[in-house]
């Protein structure tokens, strides 16, 4: 009684009945049940707007701090919402008013609203005015920086950066000092945090202070006991790189980076291999030619299978961005050698990584090289036992056949294409037919129609009902390629002569591939071939079948000219809706109605 006296006497409902929704709103954020909390805390905003800027200041706020010890969902939420506040206190005047509620979620145990509250403190910093942040913002963040439990420090080390750049040089000074404190604290979780946001800090930091205090941080964290902390300096170390002049960093961030892609943890290994492409970018051609050529190499040859896949992924664009006098002679000696080994590499994933990228190398290296040393890795590609690695040599067949053309592939990349199509696994065979139209436009209607036409036909009466439709949608695509007169020559006799399968899903398929196919084809193909085996088609003995000619008949009557379809399509669909069946009745009543034969 007296939380619901309270919540009424919030909202004023006592002396105003259209008050009494937010009355209830604000009652359900104190209701025992979970769901009617995360309900009320989703509309805060209504309540708040209901209130007014003062109440929702005055008493909103200060209820919604008092009841913060709740469940996760509820101050996830909380969190998420009290960042879109700032209008609702009396716009950035006001806005330091929503720093309690978000102070209290940010010590929470639970790290999703940790992060949600951190997220919203970052979102109102910029609300601040210089003076507020100075005020009311950076003491937060020192309260937070010095707290007795890690979850109140952890948030701290996110909002350092945020208030950094705004305000006065002694403030500056004793934020620098808390994040150098966070940097060495005893609790694992902090310092982990502290390294994810050193390169975020290091951003908003004076150039003279990335040199003196966040090289030194930098140093200490990419050599901290815990491997976590390792990885995250590494990533750090990227950013770091992009802020030195480029005379500074083989002194100051280059050891630390050797040391990092040698380290004993793979994980860290793993970073600096997935991170390569930003590291290469950052400190430019002469480091990367002296130092980071010959530790790419030792990542490609990882006793770890997970360094050398996200080596294997960094191939092509680590090549790409190589200095262009010495791209060719370094791919050549240094790089290729070792994408060899991993064509063979006994791990599926590296081999998938690797022929994700590999085709890539062929625009880098040009014809000839390509013809030499590439194809005969990517034909011992195309019969590698994992059809993961075989798919993705596939999939990136363009960019070959614009350097050496798909005649010098077709040979071995045929078997290999018949193969996929016909894999066990349904999903793979999905993704060949995919590519069936790039591989045909690559591949012209000869080609196409000596080897592959068999094989788009026999997708269509596949056991799986995906393969089937995805397979009528390719049909589409094939005619859209070769023309209309390919498509009745040789893709509409086969599919009406489905028209008369014992099985009713394969007759159904014919139904589908006409509506598909009515439309790339045009009027007089559809009117003298498609459309008789349709009004034949009404008189299956399976309703399903049935139905699905109404269906038909309403696609392809666009196509159609209006004479055609009063005086042939209106009788059968008249028919149809007299149907016993009650699904036929309605797809041709339905049908009538829309192509207006009413």
């Given at each position: 009684r007296t939380k619901q006296s309270l919540a009424f006497k919030m909202a004023g409902a006592d002396s105003d009945d259209s008050l009494y929704p937010i009355a209830v709103l604000i009652d359900e954020l104190r209701n025992e049940d979970v769901q009617l909390r995360l309900n009320s805390i989703k509309k805060l905003s209504t309540i708040a707007l209901a209130l007014g800027v003062e109440r929702t200041r005055t008493e909103l706020l200060p209820f919604l701090t008092d009841t913060i010890y709740d469940?996760?969902?509820?101050?996830?939420?909380?969190?998420?919402?009290?960042?879109?506040?700032?209008m609702l206190v009396g716009g950035p005047e006001y806005v330091h008013c929503l720093l309690p509620p978000l102070e209290s979620l940010a010590t929470v145990e639970e790290t999703v609203v940790r992060d949600k509250a951190v997220e919203s403190l970052r979102k109102i910093s910029h609300e601040h005015s210089p003076v507020d942040l100075e005020v009311h913002f950076e003491p937060l963040v020192k309260r937070l920086a010095s707290g007795d439990w890690f979850t109140s420090r952890t948030s701290a080390c996110g909002l350092f950066s945020v208030c950094y750049p705004r305000v006065s040089s002694t403030v500056k000074a004793e934020i620098r000092q808390h994040f150098r404190t966070l940097c060495s604290d005893d609790t694992p979780m902090v310092r982990r945090a502290a390294a994810s946001k050193l390169g975020e800090f290091a951003k908003v930091l004076e150039l003279e202070y990335v040199k003196s205090d966040?090289?030194?941080?930098?140093t200490a964290l990419a050599s901290d006991e815990q491997d976590s902390v390792r990885l995250l300096a590494v990533e750090a170390g990227v950013s770091i790189a992009t802020l030195l002049p480029q005379e500074d960093l083989e002194a100051l961030v280059m050891p630390t980076l050797r040391q990092a892609a040698e380290d004993k943890s793979w994980r860290v290994r793993y970073m600096v291999a997935d991170k390569f492409s930003d590291l290469q970018k950052a400190v430019g051609p002469e480091i990367t030619k002296n130092d980071l050529v010959p530790a790419f190499q030792n990542l490609l040859k990882d006793c770890e299978a997970e360094v050398r896949a996200a080596a294997a992924n960094k191939v092509k664009e680590f090549c790409e961005n190589l200095p262009e006098d010495s791209r060719e002679t370094i791919i050549m000696t240094h790089i290729l050698p070792c994408v060899k080994e991993l064509v063979s590499d006994t791990n599926q994933h590296v081999k998938s990584a690797l022929a994700s990228v590999i085709m890539g190398l062929s625009t880098i290296l040009g014809k000839d090289n390509t013809i030499e040393h590439l194809l005969p890795l990517f034909l011992a590609q195309l019969k590698?036992?994992?059809?993961?690695?075989?798919?993705?040599?596939?999939?990136?067949?363009?960019?070959?056949?614009?350097?050496?053309?798909?005649?010098?592939?077709?040979?071995?990349?045929?078997?290999?294409?018949?193969?996929?199509?016909?894999?066990?696994?349904?999903?793979?065979?999905?993704?060949i037919i995919e590519y069936m139209p790039l591989l045909a436009g690559q591949l012209g209607v000869e080609f196409f129609d000596e080897k592959l036409n068999s094989l788009c036909m026999a997708w269509l009466v596949d056991h799986v009902y995906a393969?089937?439709?995805?397979?009528?949608?390719?049909?589409?695509?094939?005619?859209?390629?070769?023309?209309?007169?390919?498509?009745?020559?040789?893709i509409v006799p086969k599919v009406l002569g489905m028209a008369n399968d014992p099985n009713y899903l394969h007759r159904m398929t014919t139904l589908f591939c006409i509506n598909a196919l009515s439309e790339?084809?045009?009027?007089?193909?559809?009117?003298?071939?498609?459309?008789?085996?349709?009004?034949?088609?009404s008189n299956d003995q399976v309703a399903n079948v049935r139905f699905n000619v109404a269906k038909s008949l309403q696609k392809i009557g666009p196509v159609l000219d209006s004479n055609c379809l009063q005086t042939e399509v209106k009788p059968v669909l008249e028919k149809l809706a007299s149907d016993q069946d009650i699904d036929v009745k309605y797809f041709a009543q339905e049908a009538i109605s829309v192509l207006s034969l009413a």
């Open positions: 469940e996760d969902e509820v101050l996830l939420a909380l969190a998420e919402q009290l960042g879109n506040f700032t966040i090289i030194s941080l930098f590698d036992e994992c059809p993961e690695v075989r798919l993705n040599i596939i999939s990136n067949l363009d960019c070959v056949n614009e350097v050496i053309g798909i005649r010098q592939l077709s040979q071995s990349l045929l078997p290999a294409i018949v193969e996929l199509a016909e894999d066990a696994k349904w999903r793979v065979r999905l993704a393969i089937r439709e995805a397979a009528t949608c390719n049909l589409m695509k094939l005619v859209e390629k070769f023309g209309a007169e390919w498509a009745q020559n040789t790339v084809c045009g009027q007089e193909i559809t009117t003298k071939h498609m459309l008789p085996v349709v009004f034949k088609m």
